[in-house]
């Protein structure tokens, strides 16, 4: 089975491309969720790294969230909180990277994909990429991705994704609840506007940026410890019957 691969690349202008990719809709077993947020914490501190454009391949799914195959193998609570540690390792190396990340969303977002799009400094999205936080209807919650999520669009609108689980938020709403900054019609107009404004920021004084990320991420010095926290919640309910039955459910589709 192919485990996914993420791959970088940085111009003479100092912009750094992450990107990752599964074949599985780009949904993130714990192994490739590792190696994502180990690139993003070692592209961040790269000398010649200025900014960094965070993407997935293909065109449908910007990411799909949890892997259900990995879902289903977990055995006892150390082994769910070592998975649900995953999505957390990714949001947190987001969030003390030095460098502005642009988030570059093309298709939809569901569950930790979510947390992933909000976990980026500035993020475009096309008109496809809509929004889901469906943890709630296999029985577990968006524990994890909840903190980023709720940074970037309120807790009134967290928690209309979170209890409406089975249903899709267009990419308008996410862009006027504040999770993307813009939205575009199509990938190729997405491609020129995070090249855009990649480029700009590239301009600017370095220092400034690496402040001015310090800044936008006040406040949330103690994700190190709530992000564990919340991994643990996740999985202990993974464990459960309902989870069980629920995710079998969505695999036999």
């Known amino acids: 089975m192919t485990t996914g691969t993420v791959t970088t690349q940085t111009t003479s202008e100092g912009i750094a491309t992450i990107s990752f990719f599964h074949p599985s809709h780009n949904s993130l ?8 947020a180990e690139t993003i914490t070692q592209v961040g501190q790269a000398t010649d790294t200025k900014v960094i454009i965070l993407k997935s391949e293909g065109e449908k799914t910007f990411c799909a969230g949890a892997s259900f195959d990995e879902l289903i193998a977990i055995e006892d609570e150390a082994q769910g ?3 649900f540690s995953g999505f957390a390792k990714v949001i947190n190396a987001c969030r003390t990277s030095p460098k502005i990340i642009i988030g570059r969303v093309q298709g939809k977002a569901i569950g930790g994909g979510v947390g992933v799009a909000a976990a980026t400094d500035y993020c475009f999205a096309t008109a496809q990429a809509s929004v889901k ?5 296999v029985g577990i919650g968006p524990f994890v ?3 980023a999520v709720e940074r970037k669009i309120g807790t009134a609108a967290f928690a209309q994704l979170a209890l409406d689980a089975a249903e899709f938020r267009s990419a308008d709403w996410a862009r006027q609840k504040g999770l993307y900054a813009e939205v575009v019609e199509s990938i190729e107009a997405l491609d020129a506007a995070v090249l855009a404004f990649a480029r700009k ?11 001015l990320k310090r800044v936008i991420w006040q406040g949330t010095e103690h994700w190190d410890k709530l992000l564990t926290e919340r991994a643990g919640i996740s999985g202990r309910l993974v464990l459960s019957d309902f989870t069980r039955q629920a995710i079998q459910q969505f695999k036999s589709r």
């Open 29 to 36: 077993p714990g192994a490739l969720l590792t190696q994502l």
């Open 81 to 83: 909180l070592a998975f």
């Open 133 to 137: 936080l469906s943890e709630l209807v």
């Open 145 to 147: 991705v909840g903190p």
């Open 201 to 211: 920021l590239a301009a600017y004084n370095p220092e400034a940026l690496t402040d």
